[in-house]
Structures are given as structure tokens and as C-alpha cells.
């Protein structure tokens, strides 16, 4: 249908419209002040990510190795080394003998093939631009050096999140980001392993996406 | 959508046959324990349904400027946006893109519009394999049935008929254990996310100032479905848009928290046009379809809160008739308390008039919705809207007229309900009555009827006046 | 002070004992109790069958019979309390004399626990040693916000719990009980496991609709729990 027609449908319909009256409210409630790295942590816990805290940038490195080798996978992948809050994670993992593939789909006949392979990839490394304390979610911006599919496709997803980008709750977070969609084609919140319900309301973890999320705060 | 008229028949069945209506009260019980839980645990629950419900309605008072606006950034940030007046338009131009870009096989996640539309059908009619992806309606589809609910769409069925389903269908040994079922369709469906030419999906909400789409979910397979295939479709309900990304925020306050009790979804997806010449990932093409197929006659008119709705489910697990009855005895895409005012607004009061009957008006579902629609004050146009039309038993309307009648003349009621106690001693049994004739028989079905007193009150009242009886 | 009793149609016919106990509670808590004699129906059921001409009918006569007098009209019933005060004024909207009354009338209108304990802040409480559950009604619970009062009278009771059953709907619904009778006793055979379940002797609640569809459902148990309304209870009627 034309544009025009539609929309003029839809104004001619509006003026009819039976509309009660609506209270408005805040856009932005005031949260409490509370100590929101822990708070984070016993939300993320919650909804079943697993929490690490580290000191230092070291730390961090060790942990993300530990986990990665944990996890038993072969293959890994990780947003660009300036993307992630700290330097060096990828080589570390390479050292430690796992191998690193990069997600890249071409927009040609290459298309395919780059794809299947993301199926080859167990872990993946991202960081995170964002954390809501209230739950427990983390907030990653697709872009240049971050694919989506790094924290999307692998059995295992690590995201390192510097403490200082964890805020009170989602709306603390808009208030003060009201361009975040602006920013890229994708921006994403995870609260947890991947999971479904839908089978007799049994609670099944890595359904499609991730069935581990390890949060590396430091 | 085909009318289907036999709603009697379809209840029948429910009452035949308890297992699905008993399996989607088990489900709805814990849903509704969950959520209210998060209303009471989140400080801020009222204000939020307050501004939610401001948002909405003042979305829709406003909804082509609104829709303009989203269809503006849409195009600036490289997604096509087709309006489509009807359901044949929308399935249409899917179907004449899947042809053009020769796709042949399409993964799907969860949208009610798409089966509104009867999209699945059209694109296979065009020799497209479609796939759904959502756990509950991919066994749904293995199995050749329908939905029963809008977030948990196999409600209906135990952990046996989805593994007979699966063993059947994907040619994998017989389990009953739903992480051995969920890993198979994982197995199973990653295969068609990576080999899938596009995805579709509906919309949970669009967000007008940046031509955005927020898509909410827990398994992963809507941000599988946009990001693997190299087209994107995304179905949206006309009135499905709010105007800023500070208006999504708010409303994603409530819409995890009313539907299943959880803070946020696992995954909260914001899509804002195909993937950037700088991004490794994502989809090359986003279109939007924007459909009205009947909305805009709802939005003209007393049904226009109906379409603040944002689709969470919290009318349909607190509502005591679809615990009892399950979604498919209401036989339409849109169950429950909201979808007794969507269904007939969409495709008329004459074959779908029983739907609003199917209520006691408590009103629980305005009292847990996240918008506070007036559902019941719906249920109620559409009564009269029904009585209007002369759809009403004729039984039932020739009594209220006959009380009416009577009871605005004072000595006409007085006389009658003298008449109703003398006649009300027979067949009556130590005060109460076993059987009721005609249309009351229903009633004494299941329950005796207090046989109506030999002195009623009005009588009392005047002995005493007069001194005692 | 003087109320007008508006004792329901349900009540009149049906069980009219609820009506003399409402008279000796409001007499009990000091007041002098009018019945205005012309008063029949106050129009819900066919309003919310969808029949609004014959509501609108009835609506008018209750009004021309209510507007005459003085003082807080009280009704032992939510749902017809519910009916005057948030639907009258819609249904005779368009002509202005009954809009005026209308407005007049649903401001004074009062459902009986509401009237005793926020309006009259009685002292007068149930006296019963049995066990009693409550059941509230789905109009006064949700549209007039009727809960706390009726605990009130009841405190100094056993109480029993009707758990998370308490606020779900009898499935009385007025015409639906006949018109969806199937649908109707699913949803009372639920209410009813919970009262049984509950270990309660008594059931009482503030409307007679739904009173007498959860009693007329108990006998065909041969259930031993008494049904009562609010006021019977108050009145010290067993």
C-alpha cells in the first residue's frame, strides 16, 4: 500500500479514537543508592551467569585462560585487541595452545562457507560496554572488531567488564545514554545462559545461544 | 484467519479431554507466582505501569506521526519499510523477495502477526521451506499443531508428546528429558540458522526516533535468526512503536517482569538497520513490514486501548477462564483476555462474539497489566456491540427485558417476586432446588439454587413497619 | 444518622435474611435504617450481558427512587455498590437531569464493610469461635478496593486461608453462570478445593451471587462448611 494512504488511515482513525486518560510517571525512576558491583554480581549469579573478579589486567588474562581451557573447546574467538578492555587476552589463549578464528562473513560468495565455520568456534571473548546491577544484564554494541556471533554462536561466552561500567539498572543506563541506538546496527543486552521453559516449564539451559556466560569484572 | 464459529464444540473438547487444559494451568500458576514476585520485588512497579501506559496510549493517540517517523530513520539507516494494508500484501511481499533473492529455505523466530497473516503458509505455497526456531513452536510445527499461548506456545503438551514428536520427526531415540530434547533441536536448528537465505521475526517494539527494532527472548534463536541469514524480515504490528529509546527503557521495565517474572529477558536485542560497512556480521538487508490488516478500524473507535497491548501474557496467565479452558478453546491466533477483544476486532463480532462472552469481568487482567488496559470496559462494548447486532440467545434477551419491565415498576416487581416465591416451593427439596428448566439448567448442572424465600425482604420490612409479622 | 438501605434484588428474593442481619448491623452501629419501598434492581446483570437499553431502564428507576432521600445509601453487596458508582454515571450520560443524579447517588452510595469500618470506624466485630474463610468478591476487591475491611470485622476470628485461590473468581459472573455453566463450575470446583482445603467451617463473603453459587456447589459435595454472608456473621447469626 501506498505510504501516504496508510498513514492517512491511520490519522483519520485516530481522531476517533477512544483513549482514556493516562497519569504520567517518571521516565527515569530515582534509584536507591547501593553498592552496585556487589549488587551486580548477586543479580548476574542469579540469573545464572558465573561471576569473577579480578585485580588486575594479569588477572584477568589467567582467568580468561582458565576458563577457556575449562570448557574443553578447541576453538576461539575474540572482539579485536582494541576493542576489549584489556590488551593481550587473545594471544594469551593462543599461548595456552587454543586457536583463534576470527568471524568475518562476507557479503559474497564466501558468504556460506564463513558461515558453517562459526559452528567450529566454543568460546568467545568479548568485552562489555555496559552492566545493570539490578539485572544482572551486561550490554555489548556490535562494530568494528565486535561481531555479533562472538557472543552468540560459541558453547561458552566470556565477557571482561571493567567495574566502573556497571550502573544501577537499564534506566540509570538510558538516562545517560539516549543515543545508544544510534551508535551501531546492533546493540544487545544478556542476563544469563541461554534457556527455555518451554517444555512442561522445565528449565533447560543453551537452548540457541551460549549455554555459560563467565563475567570477568575487574 | 477463517472464522471458526464451533467455539462450543472447541469447549467441549476442552472439557472431554483435561490433559492440555490441566498441563497449561500448571504452567500458568508458576508464571503468574513468578511475576508477581517481580512486581512486588521491583520498587518502582506502579510508576512504571503509570509511564508504560502514558507512552502507549499517547503513542497511539499519535501513531502516524509516530510511524512517519520510524519509517524516516528506518530509511536513513539502510532498512526498507513496506506498509502493508492487509495480510495478502504483507505475505506477498515477503514471498515476491524470498523469489527475488532466491531463498529457499527461511528460519523464523517467535511472531503472533506472521500468524495472523498465515505468512508460513503463503511462502511455503511458493516452495520455501520455513522453520520455526522458538523451541515451543518448533515442536509445535514437528507436530502439525497450533499455539496455546503467546509465551509459552506448547503449554499444552507433556515431556512425552514432545518426545514422540522429536523422535518421530528428527529420527532421534525416544527421550523424554527436556535437556536431551533441547539439545537435539539445538543441534538440529543450528544446522538451518547457518544455512537459513533469511530470517523473520516479529517485533516486540519499535522505536520511532531511530527506525529501531527491540526483539526480547531467551533462547538466542531471535538473535540467531538476525544475525546469521543475510536478509532480515521483521513483521510489525502497526501499533507496536514507542517514540524514543528512553520510552523503550520503560517499557522493558515491564515487560519481562509481567510476562515471566524475570528483570529482563536473556536476551534483549535492539536492531537498527543492516550491518554497517564496518561490522563483521549481520544481516545485508533489513526490511520492516508495517501492517494494519484491521487496526486501524480498532484504533478508530471504543477497542483503541486494546492496541496499547505490548504482548507480554500476563492477561492470559492470571485469567481464570483460559486456566480452566486452555488457549484453544478460544480457536484464534490471539487467546485469552486480550485476544477476546483483538479477535473480534480484527475479524468481526459475528464469528468470533463468543469469545467476550467468555469472561466474568473480575477483572484480574486489567489489575496485573502492564499498560493497565481497561480490558473489562472492552469486554463490555463488545457485549452490547453483540446484543446490537442481534447475536444475542434470544432467550436471554427476552427475560432481561421482561426484569427490566418489571423491575421499574414497583408493584409489577412486588407482584412478580410473590409469584417467583409461590412457584419456587415446587420441586424444591429443604430449601434448595435440584433441577432448574430451560436455559437455568445449566446452573442446577453442578449446583443447587437457593429456592427464593416465601418473605422476601420487602415483605419483612413492611411487617415490621407494621409492627410484626 | 439515617441510611438507605438498598438491600439488592438477589437479597429481596433470594436471602432475605441478609437483609434483616444488614438492618440490625447498621441499627447495631447507631444508625436509623430507611428502606425506600419502590427500590428493585440496580441493573447489572443485563448491563453486563451487553443489554444496555434494559439497564439504562433499570438505572433510571433506581436513581428516581434513590435521589429523593438522604444520607449514605448502603448495600450489602460490592458489585452492585460497584455498579452505581462506576457505571451509572456512563449509562444515563447523555441526558443531564439523570447525570446529576447520577453523580448525587453514586457519591453516596457505600458498600456495607466499607460503611462500617472506614465510614462509621465501628467497633463492632464478628463474634464466632469458629474457623472462618474469607471470599471477596471480585467488583468490591478490585474496583472499590474492598479487602481490609472485612478482616477488620473479622479479627478476633480463627481464620482460615483460601491461599492463592483467595482472590481468584468464584465463577458466578451473573448471567455467565448459566450462559457458560461449563466454564462456570470449572472455575468453582477450583474455589471450591480451596475452601474445602482450607479447613474453614464458615465461608463468608459480602456478595449474595456469589455466596450462593459456592453454596449451591458445596451441598453437591455434601460439604459441611456453612455459607454466610458478612452481615449474618456480624448480626451473631450462626
Known amino acids: ?218 | 484467519m477463517e472464522a471458526r464459529v464451533d467455539f462450543k464444540g472447541r469447549l467441549q473438547r476442552s472439557l472431554d479431554d483435561r490433559g492440555p487444559a490441566s498441563k497449561v494451568e500448571f504452567m500458568v500458576t508458576r508464571v503468574t507466582a513468578n511475576a508477581e514476585a517481580a512486581r512486588q520485588d521491583y520498587p518502582f512497579t506502579d510508576v512504571m505501569r503509570d509511564r508504560s501506559r502514558a507512552i502507549r496510549l499517547h503513542t497511539l493517540a499519535n501513531l502516524d506521526i509516530y510511524l512517519e517517523e520510524f519509517a524516516e530513520a528506518a530509511e536513513a539507516n539502510g532498512t526498507a519499510v513496506f506498509f502493508a494494508g492487509d495480510a495478502d500484501e504483507a505475505n506477498r511481499y515477503v514471498v515476491d523477495l524470498a523469489a527475488r533473492e532466491g531463498v529457499e529455505l527461511v528460519v523464523k523466530g517467535k511472531s503472533m502477526v506472521t500468524e495472523e497473516t498465515e505468512l508460513n503458509a503463503a511462502l511455503q505455497r511458493d516452495g520455501v521451506e520455513v522453520v520455526e526456531t522458538d523451541l515451543g513452536e518448533f515442536i509445535a510445527q514437528l507436530a502439525g499443531d497450533t499455539p496455546s499461548h503467546i509465551i509459552g506456545p506448547i503449554a499444552h503438551l507433556s515431556r512425552q508428546d514432545c518426545g514422540r514428536v522429536m523422535s518421530e520427526k528428527l529420527g532421534i531415540p525416544y527421550t523424554d528429558d527436556p535437556d536431551q530434547l533441547v539439545a537435539a533441536a539445538r543441534e538440529h536448528l543450528r544446522e538451518r540458522f547457518l544455512t537459513a537465505g533469511m530470517g523473520i521475526t516479529g517485533c516486540n517494539l519499535a522505536v520511532a526516533e531511530t527506525g529501531s527494532i527491540a526483539l526480547v527472548e531467551n533462547e538466542g534463536n531471535g538473535r540467531m535468526t538476525t544475525t546469521s541469514p543475510r536478509i532480515l524480515v521483521v513483521f510489525m504490528g502497526m501499533e507496536r512503536i514507542v517514540p524514543t529509546f528512553g520510552d523503550l527503557s520503560v517499557l522493558l521495565n515491564v515487560l519481562a517482569r509481567s510476562g515471566t517474572g524475570q528483570s529482563l529477558s536473556v536476551y534483549t536485542n535492539l536492531l537498527t538497520g543492516p550491518r554497517r560497512p564496518d561490522e563483521h556480521d549481520g544481516p545485508e538487508q533489513v526490511h520492516v513490514v508495517v501492517l494494519d490488516n484491521g487496526r486501524s478500524s480498532m484504533l478508530g473507535g471504543d477497542l483503541a486501548e486494546i492496541l496499547g497491548c505490548i504482548r507480554c501474557g500476563a492477561c492470559l496467565n492470571i485469567c481464570p477462564v483460559y486456566r480452566q479452558v486452555g488457549g484453544h478453546v478460544y480457536g484464534s491466533v490471539y487467546p485469552g483476555p486480550v485476544g477476546s477483544v483483538v479477535t473480534p476486532g480484527l475479524w468481526g463480532l459475528a464469528p468470533w462474539h463468543d469469545l467476550p462472552q467468555a469472561s466474568t469481568l473480575c477483572g484480574a487482567c486489567q489489575e496485573v497489566c502492564p499498560i493497565r488496559i481497561d480490558i473489562p470496559r472492552m469486554l463490555l462494548r463488545l457485549r452490547e456491540r453483540t446484543v446490537d447486532q442481534g447475536l444475542a440467545p434470544a432467550w436471554l434477551g427476552w427475560s432481561l427485558r421482561g426484569f427490566a419491565k418489571a423491575a421499574s415498576s414497583p408493584r409489577r416487581f412486588a407482584s412478580r417476586e410473590r409469584l417467583v416465591a409461590r412457584l419456587g416451593r415446587l420441586g424444591s427439596r429443604d430449601g434448595w432446588i435440584r433441577r432448574l428448566p430451560g436455559p437455568a439448567r445449566g446452573w442446577t448442572a453442578s449446583r443447587d439454587f437457593p429456592v427464593p424465600s416465601r418473605r422476601p425482604f420487602r415483605q419483612r420490612w413492611e411487617e415490621r413497619d407494621h409492627g410484626g409479622a | ?238
Open chain 3, 1 to 238: 444518622m439515617a441510611v438507605q438501605l438498598f438491600v439488592t434484588c438477589l437479597v429481596d428474593a433470594l436471602k432475605p435474611e441478609v437483609g434483616e442481619a444488614t438492618v440490625a448491623v447498621l441499627e447495631a452501629a447507631g444508625c436509623e435504617v430507611e428502606f425506600p419501598a419502590d427500590q428493585s434492581c440496580c441493573g447489572q446483570p443485563a448491563y453486563n450481558a451487553g443489554f444496555r437499553s434494559d439497564a439504562r431502564r433499570m438505572a433510571r428507576h433506581t436513581l428516581d427512587v434513590l435521589d429523593g432521600t438522604d444520607g449514605p445509601i448502603v448495600l450489602p453487596s460490592g458489585s452492585c455498590t460497584d455498579m452505581i458508582i462506576h457505571h451509572y454515571p456512563g449509562l444515563v450520560a447523555d441526558d443531564p437531569e439523570y447525570a446529576a443524579k447520577a453523580e448525587r447517588v453514586a457519591g453516596r452510595a457505600r458498600e456495607l464493610t466499607q460503611f462500617l469500618v472506614d465510614d462509621l470506624d465501628t467497633t463492632l466485630r464478628v463474634d464466632d469461635d469458629r474457623t472462618i474463610a474469607y471470599h471477596p468478591s471480585c467488583h468490591g476487591l478490585r474496583n472499590l478496593g474492598i479487602h481490609a475491611q472485612p478482616a477488620t470485622l473479622l479479627e478476633g476470628c480463627e481464620r482460615a486461608s483460601l491461599g492463592s485461590e483467595e482472590k481468584v473468581c468464584c465463577g458466578f459472573g451473573g448471567v455467565f453462570s448459566v450462559k457458560q455453566p461449563e466454564i462456570s463450575n470449572l472455575m468453582l470446583q477450583q474455589k471450591l478445593d480451596a475452601v474445602e482445603t482450607s479447613g474453614a467451617a464458615v465461608l463468608c463473603g459480602g456478595d449474595v451471587g456469589c455466596l450462593m453459587h459456592i453454596e449451591g456447589g458445596l451441598r453437591r459435595r455434601a460439604s459441611a462448611v456453612e455459607v454466610r454472608h458478612i452481615a449474618e456473621l456480624l448480626a451473631g447469626e450462626r
Open chain 1, 1 to 218: 500500500m501506498e505510504r501516504e494512504v496508510f498513514l492517512a488511515g491511520v490519522r483519520a482513525a485516530q481522531q476517533r479514537a477512544v483513549l482514556p486518560s493516562m497519569k504520567p510517571g517518571p521516565l527515569y525512576p530515582k534509584e536507591r543508592r547501593r553498592k552496585t558491583v556487589d549488587w551486580f554480581v548477586e543479580s548476574a549469579t542469579a540469573v545464572g551467569a558465573v561471576v569473577h573478579r579480578a585485580a588486575s589486567a594479569d588477572e584477568v588474562r589467567e582467568l580468561v585462560r582458565e576458563i577457556a581451557r575449562g570448557t574443553g573447546q578447541a576453538v576461539f574467538t575474540a572482539w579485536a585487541p582494541d576493542q576489549l578492555p584489556v590488551p593481550g587476552v587473545a594471544s594469551y589463549l593462543v599461548l595456552a595452545g587454543l586457536e583463534e578464528a576470527a568471524v568475518s562473513i562476507p557479503a559474497d560468495d564466501g558468504r556460506a562457507a564463513a558461515v558453517r565455520a562459526l559452528d567450529r568456534i566454543g568460546v568467545g571473548v568479548t568485552g562489555a560496554d555496559a552492566a545493570f546491577a539490578r539485572s544482572g544484564a551486561i550490554a555489548l554494541f556490535t562494530g568494528p572488531g565486535r561481531p555479533r556471533m562472538a557472543s552468540l554462536v560459541p558453547e561458552v561466552h566470556v565477557a571482561i567488564l571493567p567495574e566502573d561500567r556497571i550502573v544501577a539498572s537499564l534506566s540509570a543506563w538510558a538516562e545517560i545514554t539516549p543515543s545508544a541506538l544510534d551508535r551501531s546496527s546492533n546493540l544487545v543486552f544478556i542476563a544469563g545462559p541461554s534457556r527455555s521453559g518451554d517444555i512442561e516449564m522445565t528449565l533447560s539451559i543453551g537452548v540457541h545461544g551460549p549455554r555459560a556466560i563467565h563475567i570477568v569484572i575487574v
